[in-house]
């Protein structure tokens, strides 16, 4: 089985996937902070008429600090962080089957004490704040002819981009995106019409410069009165990265073209109640590059979505 993260996935494997942690890192504050999905490219069909097939793969993720991707352990216990719910999209075009494996978090370790805990009782470093770290995504093949199922073998899939746990939210931003129908390499509904599930990641940017835009519409009388038709009034926000190298811009720049967006962020509190929000963004994405060229910080305005409550309409 090939088993992949979506092209333009936040935990998408980085360009050298034997190194652990590398480079910039993705802020996490909570363990909630992380909703996501892999895509197993390959998925065999069942043989109609063959022998009984009594095994069975969970899918997992597992975060680890100071692991490689050639040191993880394909033997042992490891302490889930999140486990796969998978479905399966049938590809009329190639007439196979792909499995969709969305990620929540396991209800077994709600919080960083806890899945410490589990981390140290299967001899590894417990993750701190300020410690980066790489998630694992594997699966476990087992033998289920009897219960409890018996561990066969281990198989690592990919290695995730690079992660930083931090405790202070400030700047940073927790968004959540979904579409109504697959698309951009993500999958958002199964065969069966149900939604799989939406992406949710923090990323370093927050939301500024609060203004109040309007869209209006007048007509002029005979008498020349003038006379409102109808105005609504937006709430806009410029939405700015810090320094970011362009495949994270890129993956934003996705993120906020999906049908939903919503985004958790603190600096809002300071404008209107704190809370989490839907947005829709501009087309325009502006980067500012570093004399180096390699990092950038860019902006975009977003608008809040529920605008609609701020309507004045006279068309009877």
Not at 243 to 263: C, G, Q, R, Y
Not at 280 to 289: N, P, V
């Amino acid at each position: 089985l090939l088993v992949r993260a979506p092209k333009y996935s936040f935990v998408a494997p980085p360009s050298n996937p034997t190194v652990a942690c590398h480079g910039l890192c993705l802020p996490v504050v909570e363990l909630t902070d992380l909703h996501f999905q892999s895509i197993i490219a390959q998925m065999p069909l069942m043989v109609i008429g063959g022998p009984p097939d009594f095994t069975e793969r969970d899918y997992k993720a597992v975060a680890l600090k100071d692991v490689d991707c050639s040191d993880f352990p394909l033997t042992g216990t490891l302490p889930v962080m999140f486990e796969g719910d998978d479905t399966s999209i049938y590809d009329v075009s190639n007439h196979s089957y792909q499995g969709i494996i969305d990620y929540a978090l396991n209800a077994g370790s709600n919080t960083w004490d806890e899945y410490n805990e589990r981390l140290e009782a299967a001899g590894f470093e417990p993750i701190l704040p300020g410690d980066c770290f790489t998630f694992f995504i594997y699966s476990d093949l087992m033998d289920c002819e009897a219960r409890p199922c018996n561990f066969i073998s281990r198989k690592l899939h990919y290695c995730t981009a690079c992660f930083q746990r931090i405790e202070d939210s400030c700047y940073t931003s927790l968004i959540e995106y979904k579409s109504n129908e697959n698309g951009m390499d993500f999958f958002y509904v199964n065969d069966d019409g149900d939604a799989i599930g939406a992406q949710r990641v923090r990323l370093p940017f927050y939301l500024k410069e609060p203004q109040l835009t309007a869209d209006s519409d007048t007509i002029t009388l005979s008498n020349q009165a003038i006379v409102k038709l109808f105005e609504v009034i937006s709430r806009e926000y410029t939405l700015e990265t810090e320094n970011m190298p362009f495949e994270w811009h890129t993956k934003l720049k996705v993120a906020l073209a999906h049908d939903s967006v919503k985004i958790t962020n603190v600096n809002l509190g300071e404008h209107e109640a704190p809370g989490t929000y839907g947005f829709s963004a501009d087309d325009g994405y502006k980067i500012k590059w570093q004399k180096t060229g390699l990092l950038g910080k860019g902006d975009v305005k977003v608008t809040h979505a529920d605008a609609v409550a701020l309507r004045n309409l006279n068309c009877g």
